[in-house]
C-alpha cells in the first residue's frame, strides 16, 4: 500500500516492529527496503499509532503527523462463526483441521476451509490466510464433504509448494519460494508473475463449464 501511494505524495509508513515486513522474514527485506527508499517512503519504525484525528494522526510519543489519509492494517483473524464449533481453535480462531479439512470434534461431520481453517503441511508448517491455501482447501473441503455423504473416497489437502509475491508499485514487485521466502524474481519480472497470479485466482463466474472445470484441480499451476 506504501508503495502504490509512493506517487501520489508524501508517504510514512509506521509500524510497531523493528524491522520492515517482520512476517515476511530477513530474505526479502533488502528488496523492500530498497523499493521504499527509491519511491521516498518515510519510516517509522518500533512507533505506534495512538489516535487518529481530523487532518492527521498522534504517533506513540505525542508526534503528530499531517495526513489527508490514514490507511490502518491489523492483519487477520477467523470469523467468530467459529465458536460455535465446540473445537480446538489456534490463537487467531481457526478451527483445527486433519489432512482432509475435517472438525475432528466433536463428532467429524464438521469440514472447515479458509480462513477460519488451521490445517498443517510441509512438515509442520501452517497454512497461511491467503488466497494460495484457501482456494486448495475449499476445493478439498468440497470435495470431502459431498464424498462423505455419498460414500465415495476422500482427498488429502495437497497444495502445490508455498510462494509469496508482493506488489511494489513503481518499484516493481517480489516473488519468493518456500518458507524461508527464498527471492525467485524481482523488479518487473516479480511484478509480473504477482499480476499473473491475480488474473487467475478470480473464479470464472459467468462460464459454468470452465468453474467446474477449475473446481477438479486442487493445485493452481505457475510457470515460473
Keep these: 500500500m506504501a508503495t502504490e501511494l509512493a506517487g501520489r505524495g508524501r508517504v510514512v509508513l509506521v509500524d ?12 526479502p527485506r ?20 495512538c ?3 481530523p487532518g492527521g494522526a498522534v504517533l506513540s510519543g505525542g508526534t503528530r503527523i499531517a495526513a489527508d489519509a490514514v490507511v490502518w492494517t491489523a492483519g487477520v483473524r477467523a470469523d467468530p462463526l467459529t465458536e460455535q464449533v465446540p473445537a480446538r481453535r489456534d490463537r487467531l480462531g481457526r478451527l483445527a483441521v486433519d489432512r482432509r479439512m475435517r472438525v475432528a470434534e466433536p463428532s467429524g461431520a464438521v469440514f472447515a476451509a479458509g480462513d477460519v481453517a488451521a490445517a498443517r503441511f510441509d512438515d509442520g508448517h501452517d497454512v497461511m490466510q491467503s488466497c494460495q491455501h484457501a482456494t ?3 476445493k478439498t473441503a468440497g470435495h470431502n464433504a459431498a464424498a462423505d455423504l ?20 513503481a518499484a516493481g ?9 527464498e527471492v525467485a524474481l524481482s523488479g518487473e519480472r516479480g ?8 488474473k487467475r ?20 499451476p505457475i510457470p515460473f
Aim: net charge negative; charged share 20%.
Design 173 to 181: 514487485g517480489l516473488y519468493t519460494k518456500g518458507w524461508e521466502r
Design 191 to 198: 511484478k509480473e508473475v504477482k499480476q499473473w497470479i491475480m
Design 30 to 49: 533488502p528488496y523492500i527496503e530498497d523499493a521504499l527508499g527509491r519511491l521516498g517512503v518515510e519510516l517509522r519504525l518500533g512507533t505506534g499509532l
Design 136 to 138: 486448495p482447501m475449499g
Design 51 to 53: 489516535a487518529v484525528e
Design 201 to 220: 485466482i478470480q473464479p470464472p463466474v459467468d462460464d459454468a463449464g470452465l468453474l467446474l472445470d477449475l473446481a477438479g484441480r486442487v493445485r493452481l
Design 16 to 27: 510497531q516492529a523493528d524491522v520492515v515486513g517482520p512476517d515476511l522474514g530477513p530474505a
Design 150 to 169: 455419498l460414500g465415495l473416497p476422500p482427498l488429502d489437502f495437497a497444495p502445490a509448494p508455498y510462494v509469496t509475491c508482493l506488489d511494489l508499485g
